[in-house]
């Protein structure tokens, strides 16, 4: 949960770059913790309920036709995602990774786990991802992600 990040943000005393002290890049850092709910979460959600999820959970195929929809409404987001909040910066608040990388990064992922490597073929997303995970350390990542890349295991 936000409320929860901003919580542990606040009583431990992270760096400043997590939710930064400046007021422009924590209001860059709120917009788009306020803008994900409906948008990369509603959307990256979506995708990876339809193409692991659903499968897994009724044991039928996908009709190819939802699928597709699903698809096309993570990709909308997703340049909106780069034009709106990366645009040139190495991370979504300036130069240094925040919460917003966080959030965004865990977001992303689960399409990806489903099987839609949405980063493939968007070099400016890729980029950001590689930044985010050496920012946070491979290791911690890779971790972080262990379980849900084995989905299909299940």
Known sequence: SIAILLYLVQKFKT??????SD?????RVDEYLSWQHANIRTKGSKLFLTKAMLPLLTGQPLPPEKLEFATEELNVTLKQFEEKFLQDKPFIAGSEISLADLVAVVELMQPVCAGYDLFEERPKLKEWRR????????QL?????????????F
């Open 141 to 153: 990542f890779q971790e972080a992600h262990e379980e849900i890349m084995n989905i299909k295991n």
């Open 23 to 27: 007021l422009q890049k924590r209001a």
């Open 131 to 138: 930044r985010v995970e050496e920012a946070v350390g491979k």
């Open 15 to 20: 760096p400043d770059h997590w939710y930064p």
